[in-house]
């Protein structure tokens, strides 16, 4: 076919091609996600960008296959499982995670996004010195570990030299907000040509008509529709049959155009089809095996369909799938069973099972077995979903009843940890006939309420993981503490727009059922015990519990459920106005799941990190925080609601921002049936609006917040913001019921940080002497819990209220050191406060010039940071989720920028952008309690 028939009406495509390409060859990388319908033109579009790839550019193409979506990590072995020579370069952790997908390493399951970044480290070290072009075909076959994979290394391309294009069909969730280029069918005169030229005899113009019409302007449609025409339709007999899809009729076009092979090409035609690796040694042993030869091959290749030569494909990937959807049963269990017999047992288990499988009619346990080693493999390797599948078709092939319930249970639980809670019920429901033993119930139970609560979050969530909880008393203890903690959290989470009695009933429950575990010292006995009381019974009642649980955290090496549930402990922190305990255990939470990898654990983690790091008054740690969580997210696929992005932009007074995350987070939590999320909203509101002085606004907000002072949290934490608003507003009855509610669940605490805020909202609602006591007093204590925001808002409120007294010249002080810490913070809104009260009491502020520091973007900025601390660039790569080449063209631009010749200069060139120094109360600074006690730790 000429180019120019081929390529007709792609000038956009192959410009935008063009660009990605250039970019690369300048040092600059990208990916695009072509997609379009079966026969659009992707392929070739991909064809023309290898072969006008220029010298220097390394090209690197595989093609996904259907057949391989249930093997973990396959898509990326064919992708980079050449490159592993490099693998050395990479970091431990990185280099560790990709092997053991590869199944080259032994030991715990990767960590997916790990695993990500060392694809990007390798196709780092691909590129080299020139420009890599990475082209994957039928990306939507890609298995789901692969996919988000490669999807996260996509994301994270920046200054390699690499141009990464994805061809699908339709965009998967795991490429959304990738760049794209959709590609449609050609225009009418472009489709017009390209039809004369595939029959180049003629058509009769009713003909022509119908083909152009029915193929939509699809390219492969155009050229293969006309071949599975007779003459006598050519002239004019053809008949309309646009009922059928296009795609299968593209297929059946195909197939029909093989029909003329004798039937043992066929055959090797399907069994190349059914053989996703492409290994041409591996095909020939197979044909043997089913008495097929070197005719058969002849003819395959002379049928323009079979393409052999490093590899076996064919000339189209529609070819493929026409040709095993074509087969009948008996031929597609011939050839899995004859790859099955020749591919190695030792070196290709997995591949070697699912063709046994394929192979197997009737119920067969060796398969069966088989298969279940296969889906522990897949589970070390970190797939899920292949575990999932394997384990499936294990159950399908058991005979014996009881072990066919297990599989399934076991298959239904892979799905639900694979994000498809919906197959795992569909799994559960098969099972309703089968014989099961009281533990398999039990977990029948208990996954049908996780899977219910993932799908719904409406109030029986945490009813149903209660059930499933007691009914797993004396049968797993250990499984059963750990749904309780569940169902707690649920209830926890539910909050307002659950039952409200709900998080009482399995409060108490837990504690009927853990009396014998108060003694205990493993940390997830305490925890629970801790977080029931404290639910049931309130904060004096769980001090001494909880304490003792965030000591067992931080003392001792937490198994895998206790890492998981460490957030309850930091939750409890919180609960408790424990600075030092949050910060303590948000660290050790994040170590520990960092070192081990564990995924499902860091985005949590990262998020109370993120909360101890906004109290530390470091918003650009925080914010560094937020953006590991969505990179994890990039690869996880887990939903997290972004209340990081929300606080973060209320604490920085940017009212736009802030407002379109609480639209968004209220909306989510709706759907979710989360109170928690509400409750977020409004104290983030109750923030952004009482900095910008809108006040009335910011008592709207917080004043919401006021019923559910039970809950603690956000909604104890908003008091303080309510009794701020309505002092200001004149509600000095609704401030004043703000402040005994704030006091209920403060002085249960007795920490230097409740103590602060109960002295801070009491300030706002006495007089003269007594005020400026209060004032004194909160200070000390923020001072000395290290809390320079707290120091900061409550100097803000100390020297407004002296301006009020006419007090200028003490004002001008608080209100000055007030304007540094909160500017200092990030706090812009409350700064310009400040700012506003330094004019009134008639002091010109001289707001400090700028160096250049200021004009780093966040991405310099960590990276800067992170190289004045000593990391090297790979190191600084691994932290951020960037290559090292990319961390070190940020550090070549941050040089520029700063005017500095090395990391050595970093450090004084970067303290104008650092937080303030960690408090110290050099001197005391007023009457009033030492700060409470704090748990030893």
């Known amino acids: 076919m000429p180019e120019i028939g081929r390529l007709r009406g792609r000038h956009r495509e192959l410009a935008e091609l063009d660009g990605l390409m250039g970019r690369a060859r300048a040092g600059h990388s990208g990916a695009l996600v072509v997609s379009g319908e079966a026969g659009v033109g992707k392929t070739v579009l991909l064809d023309q960008m290898?072969?006008?790839?220029?010298?220097?550019v390394r090209v690197e193409r595989i093609v996904a296959s259907e057949s391989e979506m249930e093997l973990a990590y396959a898509g990326l072995h064919q992708l980079c499982g050449h490159m592993m020579g490099s693998a050395g370069r990479l970091p431990a952790p990185q280099r560790e995670a990709i092997e053991a997908a590869f199944g080259l390493r032994q030991g715990s399951a990767p960590s997916p996004f790990l695993v990500g970044l060392a694809l990007l480290g390798l196709l780092t070290e691909a590129a080299g010195g020139r420009a890599l072009l990475c082209l994957v075909d039928d990306a939507q076959w890609l298995d789901e570990a692969s996919a988000r994979a490669v999807a996260f290394a996509a994301r994270r391309l920046d200054a390699e030299g690499i141009a990464l294009v994805l061809a699908m069909r339709t965009v998967g969730e795991a490429f959304a907000g990738l760049p794209q280029l959709v590609v449609e069918g050609l225009g009418h005169d472009d489709a017009r040509e390209l039809l004369r030229l595939a029959v180049p005899g003629g058509l009769d113009r009713r003909v022509r008509d119908q083909l152009i019409a029915e193929a939509r302007g699809n390219p492969l449609a155009l050229r293969e529709l006309p071949r599975a025409l007779s003459p006598a339709e050519i002239a004019g007999g053809f008949a309309l049959t646009g009922s059928m899809p296009l795609e299968s009729r593209i297929e059946q076009s195909l197939i029909a155009q093989l029909d003329p092979l004798p039937g043992s090409a066929r055959l090797l035609l399907l069994l190349a089809a059914a053989d996703p690796t492409g290994d041409p040694g591996l095909l020939w042993r197979a044909s043997v095996a089913l008495g097929l030869g070197p005719a058969d091959f002849d003819a395959a290749t002379h049928a323009d369909a079979l393409v052999i030569g490093t590899r076996v494909g064919f000339r189209h990937p529609l070819v493929r799938s026409a040709v095993y959807r074509s087969a009948s049963p008996e031929d597609r269990r011939r050839v899995h069973a004859a790859l099955a017999d020749v591919t190695s047992a030792g070196q290709d288990p997995d591949r070697r099972a699912w063709h046994r499988a394929s192979a197997t009619l009737l119920p067969d346990e060796d398969v069966a077995a088989d298969l279940e080693r296969s889906a522990v493999r897949a589970r070390t390797r970190g797939g899920a979903a292949a575990a999932a599948a394997f384990?499936?078709?294990?159950?399908?092939?058991?005979?014996?009843?009881?072990?066919?319930?297990?599989?399934?249970?076991?298959?239904?639980?892979?799905?639900?940890?694979?994000?498809?809670?919906?197959?795992?019920?569909?799994?559960?429901?098969?099972?309703?006939?089968?014989p099961l033993t009281a533990l398999q119930e039990a977990l029948i139970a208990r996954l049908r309420a996780r899977a219910g609560y993932a799908l719904r979050r409406d109030g029986s969530g945490a009813q149903l993981l209660l059930a499933a909880a007691q009914g797993l008393e004396g049968l797993d203890p250990v499984l059963a503490r750990d749904t309780y903690i569940e169902a707690l959290a649920a209830a926890i989470y539910g909050g307002r727009l659950g039952d409200p009695e709900q998080v009482a009933t399995v409060a108490n429950a837990i504690l009927a059922a853990t009396d014998a575990a108060e003694e205990s010292d493993r940390a997830r006995d305490l925890i629970l015990r801790g977080q029931a009381l404290l639910a049931a019974k309130g904060q004096q009642a769980a001090i001494a519990t909880l304490r003792r649980a965030q000591r067992a955290f931080l003392d001792q090496v937490p198994d895998a459920l206790e890492l998981h549930w460490m957030w309850f402990a930091s939750r409890a922190a919180q609960d408790l106005w424990d600075v030092r305990a949050l910060r303590a255990l948000a660290d050790r939470q994040v170590e520990l799941a960092r070192a081990e990898g564990v995924v499902t654990v860091l985005p949590i983690a990262l998020s109370l990190l993120m909360l101890a790091q906004t109290v530390d008054g470091d918003l650009d740690a925080a914010e560094a925080s937020c953006d590991e969580i969505d990179a994890i997210k990039d690869v996880t696929g887990h939903p997290l609601p972004q209340y990081g992005r929300l606080f973060l932009a209320a604490y920085r007074g940017q009212a736009a921002e802030a407002e379109r995350w609480a639209e968004q987070i209220r909306a989510d939590a709706y759907a979710r049936g989360e109170g928690y999320g509400l409750s977020a909203v409004n104290f983030a509101e109750a923030i952004l609006y009482n900095g910008l002085g809108r006040f009335a606004e910011a008592m709207a907000a917080s004043r919401r917040e006021l019923p559910y002072t039970h809950e603690l949290s956000h909604a104890m934490r908003t008091l303080l913001e309510l009794v701020e608003a309505a002092v200001r507003t004149g509600e000095r009855e609704l401030a004043e019921e703000a402040f005994e509610r704030l006091a209920s669940v403060t002085r249960p605490a007795g920490t230097g940080y409740a103590s602060g805020v109960l002295a801070m909202a009491e300030a706002q609602l006495r007089e003269a002497g007594e005020a400026e006591a209060l004032y004194k007093e909160a200070i000390g204590h923020f001072e000395l819990e290290r809390i320079p925001i707290m120091v900061g808002r409550c100097s803000?409120?100390?020297?407004?209220?002296?301006?009020?007294?006419?007090?200028?010249?003490?004002?001008?002080?608080?209100?000055?050191?007030?304007?540094?810490?909160?500017?200092?913070?990030?706090?812009?809104?409350?700064?310009?406060?400040?700012?506003?009260?330094?004019?009134?009491?008639?002091?010109?502020?001289?707001?400090?010039?700028?160096?250049?520091?200021?004009?780093?973007?966040?991405?310099?900025?960590?990276?800067?940071?992170?190289?004045?601390?000593?990391?090297?660039?790979?190191?600084?790569?691994?932290?951020?989720?960037?290559?090292?080449?990319?961390?070190?063209?940020?550090?070549?631009?941050?040089?520029?920028?700063?005017?500095i010749r090395g990391r050595a200069e970093l450090r004084s060139a970067l303290a104008e952008l650092d937080p303030p120094p960690p408090l110290r109360p050099a001197r005391p600074t007023g009457p009033g309690p030492a700060p409470g006690p704090r748990p030893s730790l």
């Open 391 to 434: 384990l499936e078709r294990a159950a399908e092939l058991t005979p014996e009843p009881v072990r066919r319930g297990q599989r399934l249970i076991a298959a239904a639980e892979a799905k639900h940890d694979a994000g498809a809670p919906a197959a795992a019920l569909r799994l559960l429901d098969t099972a309703r006939d089968l």
């Open 796 to 899: 803000l409120l100390y020297g407004e209220e002296l301006t009020r007294r006419h007090r200028h010249a003490e004002a001008r002080e608080r209100l000055r050191t007030a304007y540094e810490l909160l500017s200092g913070c990030g706090l812009t809104a409350f700064a310009e406060r400040a700012a506003r009260g330094l004019s009134a009491s008639g002091e010109t502020l001289r707001v400090p010039a700028h160096g250049s520091a200021a004009h780093l973007t966040g991405q310099e900025l960590n990276v800067a940071r992170l190289a004045r601390e000593g990391l090297t660039n790979r190191d600084i790569g691994a932290r951020l989720f960037i290559s090292a080449r990319t961390a070190e063209y940020h550090l070549r631009k941050v040089f520029m920028k700063l005017g």
């Open 50 to 56: 290898a072969s006008r790839a220029v010298a220097g």
